[in-house]
Each structure stands twice: as C-alpha cells, then as structure tokens.
C-alpha cells in the first residue's frame, strides 16, 4: 500500500506492507533508479511482502512524492537518511538501482551504522552518462527517452519492457531526470570503497549497456567481503527483466546475514497512511 507522509514540509510515498512493518522482521528498503518511482521494484515487493518489512521509496520529485528533484547524490542520501527515521525503519537492507546504487554505495559510506547490509544494482564507483543524453534531455526529451528505455533492456526483453520504461519516463519532468542523471554523472567513490564496511550483494545484468558489468565487478573488488552476482539475459534493469534468479539471489544474501535482536522495533506508524 502506499504510505503518505509529511517530511521536511513534503509529501513523501513510499509503497510499505499493508497494516505496516512488523517487529522482528528484517526491513528491505528499494529505491529507484533516474526518473523512475518505486514501481522500479514491483517484481520484488509483490512476492517477498509476506517474508519481509518492505518500504519502497519514490524520492522527491518522484512518482506521489512531492518535488522538485534533488541535483547530488548527497542530497538524495540525507533524505532517505531522513525518511527511515521518520517511518523509523532500523539497520534495513538498502537495495537501490542505479541512481539508487549510487545512494546505497554513498549512504553506507556515510551513515555505516544506519544500515545491515546495501545491495547496488546496476552501478559503480562512477556512473558517467553520455553528454549527448544530458543534452538530447535539453533539446528533445522524448527521443532521448524511447532510445534509453530501448537500450537500458536486453534485446530479449525490449518487446516487453522497453515501451512499459518509455512511458514510464515520459511522464516524468525531464528537468528531474536530467539532474539525477547529471547527479550519476559527477559520482566518484572510486577512492573511498575500501572504506565501505557493511555486507554487500553487487547485482549487474550480464548484458547492460548503461552501466557495463566491470562497473559491478570494481565495486565488488574494492569493498571487503561483496559478492557479485551477474543476471543472465538481462540489461540494466536487471530485476525486471529476470526477477525470479534477481529475487532468488536476494534472499540468499539476506537470508545470510545475522540475526535481527530481539525486540528490535521497526516500522511505520499508522499515522499518514492512504
């Protein structure tokens, strides 16, 4: 269900389990990727809600959360910094995509005891995008748009994804996805990943252009302990495009970590719920 909330003077969704978040169950948080809103998870939060506590964000300016956009990642990092306290979440699974990658990879630099565990799909230690995608988002958005939702999936997949991710796009302010992406763009923690200490599952598809598989592969080297998981007949949007191997490798890497504590009390209150 969708939870509305008032934070910092905005309204900020979320997609939470319906009757809220149960102690003593482990809490997955998902965010989403440039432009996109927490449907990005869909294909996670559906299937694992009766396993797990999930909160699925739309960041501001994203999806029913109020705007504008954010231009850094630092920025997005403090507002879900800020969010999880609001709906006090405690020590959750941060599992970001993309633009989401680089806040989970970011935020765990940041506040290292904020979370159990971060889950970068589709990422890397920089995210450069393609000059001519930041000023094609300037000139014409919409054939920006249908190229990058075109080339963001597996060929395989594009009959079914790719126009579902354009429309998707399309209705989204192209100022907001221009500064998430520019906010990808100037991303570099390519000096600082050693100094990530938390457990770490790097996801990639195999066949992503936008953000290639050695991108995944540096990320997993550099952080001590992270292991590497390649989708098979994927692209850049890896967990909707083969979400039964995507789901099956998260939870085995959840389902790894330690034990919650006893008693541990998570979970939104009943407040702000529509």
């Known amino acids: 269900m969708i939870h509305l909330q008032n934070i910092g003077g905005r ?4 997609w939470i389990n319906s009757g809220g978040l149960v102690p003593d169950r482990r809490t997955l948080v998902f965010i989403h990727s440039s432009g996109f809103d927490h449907t990005n998870w869909i294909h996670q939060y559906t299937p694992l809600k009766d396993t797990y506590n999930i909160a699925a964000l739309d960041l501001p300016g994203h999806g029913r959360s109020e705007g504008p956009g954010e231009r850094e990642i630092g920025t997005y990092v403090a507002w879900v910094r800020r969010i999880l306290g609001e709906l006090r979440i405690d020590h959750p699974v ?4 993309s633009l989401g990658a680089a806040i989970c990879l970011s935020f765990a630099l940041r506040h290292p005891d904020a979370a159990a565990a971060i889950v970068p799909v589709g990422g890397g230690a920089r995210m450069p995008v393609n000059p001519m995608i930041l000023e094609g988002l300037r000139e014409d958005p919409a054939a920006v748009i249908a190229l ?3 080339f963001s ?3 395989a997949n594009r009959a079914r994804l790719a126009g579902l991710l354009e429309e998707t796009l399309s209705l989204v302010d192209p100022t907001v996805l221009y500064d998430d992406l520019n906010a990808c763009d100037a991303l570099d923690v390519t000096d600082k990943l ?7 599952l790097v996801v990639c ?3 992503d252009k936008m953000t290639p598989p050695a991108l995944s592969a540096f990320l997993a080297e550099q952080i001590a302990g992270a292991k590497l998981t390649l989708i098979e007949e994927a692209g850049h949007f890896a967990m909707m495009e083969n979400p039964e191997v995507f789901n099956g ?5 959840v389902g790894a970590l330690p034990q919650l504590a006893e008693g541990r009390s998570t979970g939104a209150g009943e407040s702000g719920k529509h």
């Not at 309204?11 to 979320?14: E, M, V």
């Not at 941060?94 to 995509?97: N, Y």
């Not at 050693?194 to 770490?200: C, S, V």
Request: hydrophobic share 55%.
């Open 148 to 150: 990058a939702a075109k």
């Open 249 to 253: 490798a998260l939870t085995a890497f």
């Open 11 to 14: 309204r900020i969704a979320c």
């Open 153 to 155: 999936v597996a060929k």
């Open 94 to 97: 941060l599992v970001g995509h």
């Open 194 to 200: 050693a100094g990530i200490n938390l457990p770490t």
């Open 205 to 207: 598809g195999a066949q």
